[in-house]
């Protein structure tokens, strides 16, 4: 029903990808903008637009080699007795880990050299009147940095980090010992001496392999077909869907399509256009389906949250998607995202109702943010699965509305004629007093007539 649909938005994914990798702030994804506002045009007809902003591209995922080799370097100080400083660098790494790639904090950005990018907005207003409410529909458009560890082996990737990062924590506790060593509080400080000096050569193959994590280099970076050029086209079909067929388009709906770029740098697309936009959004009439890596027949899903984000979207679009999976024949999943954030995060920390869509398998793979990301390995029949769980959520939040409709439209004459209930006391009380008034007046008259007698 929706295969044409489905195969244009494969045939863009070929075409962004025929140029390759499109890094954070490189030169690369300012080329992928200006072709997608260009795309946009020539196959929807509809005028893109493009919002700059300026951020640090490698201030997270895109430091963890770094890290690794800055680990591996600190145990020259270590080794020379200047075990303060080794503590110091390692508890630093320990902190730019957490703050900067586990929780997107962006406190250290100030560090790294700076770059600008781009957001694309799309928008179709409603087919006919005003609009009453406004749904996104938002993808990322960069790619990652190519993850060498899961391409060369998926199945050791996790424990090969692992390593390194226990590596820096232990060095956190063997530098702690050196120092204290030094004033004698341990019984055999010679036996304490030797184990500090030694241990830490344990830990070199795990800064070796943190050091060996990603690669910079763009011509083993992700070209980024499933993750993210997947959820860009669905979502510019969705559009171009409803702009053919205004019949379709729910009544009062504005649509909204967004390109985020710098979204491996740590939601820096999303966040930029919440932090600018803030000051107008409707939360109460805004709605937000983030799409990511439509990729994985038997893995579509409804993502609820983002724990390492300390987020949780919105039960309501959840459901909703969810029902829509399961209208397509797929395997109806509900997961929360495994490890860092997806571009529902900004969205949802500003209090706007938000769900992602995910069809990937959630675990490492040879072609998650690897060299392997290529259109050859997805299909125009997951595309075609997935443009209809986008469509029919986009219809399911018109109908929740409507359904809605009547019971509010009943609570505000409620309201009404609460208020003429009151009003009409009103005037019963209103004319109450006035009769006692009238019934009393004649007993206070001959008082006053006695006074003016005396």
Known sequence: MYKKYAEEA?????????????????????????????EIDSRTGLKARTESFVYAPE????AINK?????????????????????????????????????????????????????????LPPAKGDAEYTVYLGAHYDSSWCWKLAAKNPNTAIVKTAYGIIGAVAMIVMSLIAIINRFGVF???????????????????????????????????????????????????????????????????KLVNIGFAAEESGLKGSSAYVKRH????????????????????????????????????????????KEAIGETGEK?????????????????????????????????SDYYHTFNDVSDRLSTEVFEKGFQ??????????????????????????????HGNEAASEVAAAEVVSAADTEIAPAVAPETSASEEE
């Open 332 to 364: 109806v999943n509900e997961i929360v995202n495994p490890a860092g954030g997806c571009d529902s995060t900004p969205f949802c920390k500003a209090g706007i109702k938000t769900v992602t869509f995910a069809a990937q398998k959630p675990t490492i």
């Open 278 to 321: 803030k000051a107008e959004f409707d939360k109460d009439n805004m709605y937000v389906l983030n799409v990511d890596s439509i990729s994985d027949p038997g893995y579509f899903a409804a993502v609820k949250g983002d724990p390492w984000q300390f987020t949780r979207f919105d039960r309501g679009l959840i459901d909703m998607m």
């Open 67 to 123: 890290l690794g080799w800055v680990a591996a370097l600190l145990l020259i100080p270590y080794y020379m007795g200047a075990e303060i400083l080794a503590l110091v660098g390692y508890v630093a790494i320990m902190v730019f880990v957490v703050t900067q790639i586990v929780i997107y904090t962006g406190i250290w950005d100030f560090c790294f050299k700076k770059a600008k990018s781009d957001n694309i907005i799309t928008e």
């Open 389 to 418: 769980v986008i469509l029919n959520t986009v219809k399911k939040i018109a109908a929740s509305r409507k359904a809605q409709k009547p019971a509010a439209e009943f609570a505000a004459s409620e309201i009404v004629a609460g």
């Open 187 to 253: 019984e055999e400080p010679e036996v304490v001496s030797v184990i500090t000096y030694v241990l830490p050569v344990a830990f070199i193959p795990g800064f070796f392999f943190v050091s060996h994590y990603l690669t910079q280099d763009k011509a083993e970076a992700s070209p980024g077909a499933m993750d993210n050029l997947s959820g860009i086209a669905l979502n510019l079909m969705v559009m171009k869907y409803f702009k053919e067929h205004p019949e379709e388009m729910p009544e009062g709906m």
């Open 59 to 62: 201030a997270s995922i895109g």
């Open 10 to 38: 494969m045939d863009l994914v070929k075409t962004i990808e025929a140029d390759g990798a499109r890094l954070p702030g490189s030169d690369e994804e300012k080329a992928a903008a200006k072709k997608l506002v260009a």
